[in-house]
């Protein structure tokens, strides 16, 4: 089990790379894409994880990145890392997953761990991989094929690969055990769930479970602007009971490939197995994927209270990363926001220490150097703040400001 190949080198493929290299892993990173594999290969990071210095340490322990399919021909276990984003109409797409899968079933060899980490719908493991591998024996004797979904949280220092438990689920209790034997080797915490179902729809519950509190919170915020309340200050005051109370924050809308997709996967398999919707996760959907369009018109009043029309008006949008401290922009709702501003009118610029350029709807926003300095702009949005950006220093301007994630106050403020 000491050959693993690792398909997709993204933000839940690398770190894990790094992790089983530091292990004493063979580990061979599978990605089509040139731009990763040359960069990595050159000792260059492309996430935010891990930087240069960490790839130059995973070379010298031997990881390798390549595009030839052939390194799985010698591979004890495979895990499989690649995007499932959703479709147009919002149905899952299995397109990554399933030419992994074709990749990896038609180069196995006998005996070897395959491990997808894609999050997906309850079924996948055994309904769509395991028929591309009927011609490569009996699962759980001649093959192993198991489930572990991701819990990569970009960003967090606190909890990595490592230290982060690692629930595992096979098609049989041997592929469980296989899983669970590899994991061990470089994870402090390995669950073992029943099976692959269980362990497809815990990564759901995870999500679903933030995805439909974070929504009560944005329609909470919605109701207590209405009644002249404080939402911030009424989630302080909950947050002080020591039970039953888990605090979430208002803001913009919900950005990542997370929160704003994996409860989907949960909703389309309802629908489409048991033919009724999962009535709480759409209502959340809804309520999550409107905020950027009311953080507009909070934005409009404000501006109509100034006498100013949004058409004409110059808007700087602080934070336009989906999470504080990291430059993934992701599902980030900045884009949402960017997009109404501009079909109003207004004229937009930016301010991110952590984005060099941003081009949302490929158009090149220009970028407000000075956060200090905002005399030249009517109106502030603030969608994300990072640490060491003191926000505090645009309330001497007397500009306008929305502060959509709580962190400043002052009489120019406004907060969602």
């Known amino acids: 089990m000491n050959n693993v190949v690792i398909i997709g080198l993204g933000y839940v493929g690398l770190p894990l790379a790094a992790a089983a290299s530091a292990a004493g892993f063979s580990v061979t990173g599978l990605d089509r894409s040139a731009r990763v594999v ?4 050159a000792g260059r990071s492309h996430i935010d994880d891990l930087g240069d210095e960490d790839v130059k340490h995973m070379l010298e322990n031997g990881f390798v990145a ?16 690649v995007p499932t984003p959703l479709t147009l109409d919002g149905s899952p797409d299995l397109g990554a997953v399933r030419s992994a899968s074709e990749a990896a079933a038609s180069r196995l ?12 719908f309850p079924g996948t493991t055994e309904d769509v991989l395991l028929p591309m591998f009927a011609g490569r024996g009996d699962v759980g004797v001649d093959f192993y094929l198991a ?19 690692k629930v595992v689920g096979g098609l049989t209790p041997a592929c469980s055990g296989k899983a669970e034997e590899f994991y061990s080797r470089f994870i402090d915490t390995v669950v073992v769930a029943k099976g692959a179902r269980e362990a497809e729809t815990a990564k759901l519950l995870e999500n679903t479970y933030r995805h439909i509190n974070i929504a009560l919170v944005n329609e909470m915020a919605r109701v207590c602007h209405e009644m002249d309340i404080d939402v911030w200050d009424v989630i302080r005051c909950a947050s002080t009971k020591p039970f039953g ?8 809308g919900v950005g990542g490939h997370c929160i704003p997709i994996d409860p989907n996967y949960l909703s389309y398999a309802v629908k489409s197995r048991l033919g009724y919707p999962l009535r709480f996760v759409e209502l959340a959907q809804e309520i999550n994927s409107t905020m950027p369009s009311y953080v507009f018109r909070r934005v409009q009043d404000l501006l109509n209270d ?22 993934d922009q992701r599902e980030s709702p900045a884009v949402d926001v960017y997009a109404h501003m501009t079909a109003a009118g207004a004229e937009v610029v930016y301010f991110d220490p952590m984005v060099d350029d941003w081009a949302p709807a490929r158009v090149s926003v220009p970028k407000h150097r000075d956060i200090g300095d905002v005399t030249d702009v009517d109106a502030v949005v603030v969608l994300q703040h990072h640490e060491g950006v003191d926000l505090s220093a645009m309330l001497a301007s007397g500009a306008t400001i929305l502060d959509t994630r709580g962190k400043i106050d002052g009489p120019s403020v406004v907060r969602l």
Do not use: H, M, W
């Open 306 to 327: 100034q006498g100013k029309a949004v058409r004409g008006s110059r808007v700087l949008l602080v934070g336009v990363t989906y999470k504080p401290n990291i430059a």
């Open 109 to 120: 060899q006998r005996g070897a761990l395959v491990v997808l980490e894609s999050t997906t």
């Open 245 to 252: 109370f888990q605090a979430f924050y208002p803001g913009p």
């Open 66 to 81: 390549t595009n030839d399919e052939t390194v799985l021909e010698t591979a004890d276990t495979v895990v499989i890392c």
């Open 147 to 165: 489930f572990s979904p991701e819990r990569v949280d970009p960003g967090n220092e606190q909890f990595t690969i490592t230290n982060t438990p």
């Open 38 to 41: 040359e960069g990595l290969s």
